[in-house]
């Protein structure tokens, strides 16, 4: 026997938690399965940019806020960058928190929520999507994948082959006794440990996140990499979680009959830095909005009418990872060159964090970019001309 719904979202993350609360509370017939049994341990920074909580429309509780960062702290070799703001520039949360708060507010909403059901299979028939889990069936005209990354229900759309992706080490350390005014409120990363990556340690109230991320996949040995910049900062040494980050860059091909894509399965992430609750958020709330203009105007969800999603996140994020893509092929084929942007006199520092924050896009830093390279490649290879 096979259960129904409208709507099936396949993995109850922060992209598809969240688009399932905007249906239910549409009255759309929307369930969730996910194969884990939540609160489940999820290795993530774990840091909700101002952008990101925007995007999400809605305040999380204080209680599973961590902590409020006001500054931001780059730091590469011997040179530290610093920026302090107003308004808090990130949140951090426990991403078991988090993810456990969206799931039972869709509940709440009235989205069904099936936890502990592995997909096995998803097929497309004539009659909507069939998805297949160790114990059960369940038959919907629309089924939503936000199964993170691989996600299973992204091959339906033509994923097919190695995912491409930036691959991480994370764990939680202990709060360290010594200089721990220097963690608080503060988020710091670390850059040039590898060739084309970073490394980060986020403030949690009574830990610390610390994490280490790489472009260059295959390149790098992480886990010795992991090892030598947990002791270097004087932290103790225990064992992390790896997990990927989709290399964003493109908002095609997200759509098929009866079926989407969004957050992390959709590859929707930030190129160069990893984030990736915005666009979770983004892409939910748009593929919510797509869901009910298709219901109210009584059309079926065929590839063509469901297109609009890809159209939408294209407008307002899409552009924006494809500048985004370019500047981390820059750095990826020149990683000394954009290091080096560190040191320079033009300020690149305050640039980025603009488009971190919202108030500027990676097509305006793109464009800005591309005339300032000359100067940058300048210094980088002859820096005694520039430093007189």
């Given amino acids: 026997m096979a259960y129904s719904a409208e709507v099936i979202v396949v993995g109850g993350g922060p992209a598809g938690s969240t688009l399932a609360g905007y249906l239910a509370e549409q009255d759309v017939d929307v369930l969730v399965l996910d194969k884990e049994f939540f609160p489940r341990s999820k290795p993530c920074a774990g840091g909700v940019t101002s952008r990101a909580l925007a995007a999400l429309g809605f305040s999380l509780p204080e209680t599973i806020v961590r902590e409020k960062c006001y500054t931001f702290r780059a730091v590469y070799g011997d040179t530290v960058r610093e920026a302090s703001f107003e308004e808090p520039y990130v949140f951090t949360v426990d991403r078991k928190e988090l993810d456990t708060f969206l799931l039972k507010r869709a509940r709440g909403l009235g989205a069904k929520v099936q936890q502990g059901e592995k997909v096995i299979t998803v097929e497309s028939t004539r009659s909507g999507i069939v998805v297949q889990t160790e114990t059960a069936s369940y038959r919907a005209p629309l089924v939503v994948g936000a199964d993170g990354i691989p996600s299973r229900v992204a091959r339906l759309v033509g994923h097919q082959g190695p995912v491409n992706a930036a691959a991480c080490l994370c764990a939680d350390v202990p709060w ?41 996949r295959g390149q790098q040995n992480l ?161 005694t001309n520039y430093m007189r």
């Avoid at 010594?178 to 109230?205: I, M, Q």
């Avoid at 830095?273 to 105007?297: D, W």
């Fill in 176 to 216: 360290p006794e010594e200089n721990s005014d220097r963690f608080h409120g503060t988020l710091e990363t670390h850059w040039g440990l590898s060739r084309w990556g970073y490394a980060w340690v986020f403030p949690k109230k009574d830990h610390l996140s610390i994490g280490l991320g790489t472009w260059d």
């Fill in 223 to 383: 886990k010795a990499l992991w090892t030598s910049f947990v002791q270097s900062q004087g932290l103790p040494l225990v064992k992390a979680q790896g997990h990927l980050i989709p290399e964003g860059g493109k908002t095609k091909n997200q759509v098929t009959d009866n079926l989407l894509l969004v957050g992390d399965a959709a590859g929707f992430a930030d190129p160069l830095t990893g984030e990736g609750l915005y666009y979770a958020f983004m892409s939910a709330q748009i593929a919510a909005e797509t869901i009910l203009a298709l219901k109210k105007q009584g059309l079926a969800y065929t590839g063509n009418n469901l297109a609009r999603y890809e159209k939408t996140c294209w407008q307002l994020f899409g552009q924006d990872l494809r500048c985004a893509m370019r500047l981390n092929k820059i750095a990826k084929r020149y990683p000394k060159l954009w290091q080096q942007a560190f040191r320079v006199p033009v300020d690149w520092f305050a640039r980025a964090l603009q488009v971190v924050q919202g108030k500027a896009s990676y097509r305006q830093m793109y464009y800005w970019t591309l005339p300032r390279l000359p100067l940058l490649w300048a210094y980088t290879y002859a820096p």
